[in-house]
């Protein structure tokens, strides 16, 4: 099946500072990749809709000026939590579709772990 | 807005015991629905995923689902569960028609007696 990866899959940083998360599609391309985050314990919540070689999509409630989402390629797409603070520390998945059966299949990477300090 | 409820947060079973996780959602139509299986250090993997048609969906590794409307249930299934099945599983509806948009229940964490 279709491979989607992350890196880094753990990282820590102190309050203030800014960290940047790569989502690659490995053997397929991509035009959308969404990203989630994940809190302790907690379901994935659906964060943004990243759009190739245009504007992300933020869900209510997101910050886009927070976490920038840059689609610079149909293979990359790149989540930066600017400004970390320790409430920003989760478990950040991103995720990429191919086409199949009529609809999307959903391709998740493994996950970033974000600890701010 | 839709949701997806799961209530069971933590399940165990013995090796070689049928397993049935819950999901309910919370929509007005029939949305798309989905099972997804998260281990560590991985990404979640589809098990299995209904549109329409035959109400009882077949997946991988074993794990079936049956659609129910009149409950607004989308359960998975095992007949027989294996050591390796321990992990978290994630119920998901999509409302938009594409697969894409997720919204997830919170989760069922399986732990399987040897």
């Known amino acids: 099946g279709a491979v989607v990866s992350q890196h880094p899959s753990w990282v820590i940083c102190k309050s203030g500072t800014s960290v940047k998360i790569e989502c690659r599609s490995l053997d397929f391309q991509a035009t959308t990749m969404f990203w989630y985050r994940q809190f302790p314990k907690q379901s994935l919540m659906l964060m943004a809709t990243?759009?190739?070689?245009?504007?992300?999509?933020?869900e209510q409630g997101v910050e886009k000026d927070k976490f920038l989402i840059n689609h610079a390629s149909l293979t990359l797409s790149t989540l930066t939590v600017t400004s970390a603070h320790p409430e920003d520390s989760s478990f950040y998945i991103c995720s990429a579709p191919t086409s199949g059966s009529g609809t999307d299949t959903q391709y998740f990477g493994p996950g970033t772990r974000l600890t701010v300090l | 807005a839709q949701s997806v409820t799961q209530p069971d947060i933590h399940i165990t079973v013995s090796e070689g015991a049928s397993l049935e996780l819950r999901c309910n959602y919370s929509y007005g139509a029939t949305p798309y629905l989905f099972w997804y299986v998260q281990s560590p250090g991985q990404g979640l993997q589809l098990l299995l995923k209904y549109f329409s048609g035959d109400t009882l969906v077949q997946g991988i590794k074993g794990f079936e689902a049956e659609f129910k409307r009149s409950q607004s249930s989308f359960n998975l299934r095992k007949p027989s569960v294996h050591w390796s099945d321990a992990a978290e599983y994630f119920c998901?509806?999509?409302?938009?028609?594409?697969?894409?948009?997720?919204?997830f229940g919170t989760g069922t964490q399986l732990k399987v007696e040897l």
């Open positions: 990243s759009n190739e070689g245009s504007k992300a999509t933020y």
């Open positions: 998901a509806v999509d409302v938009t028609g594409g697969g894409n948009k997720l919204t």
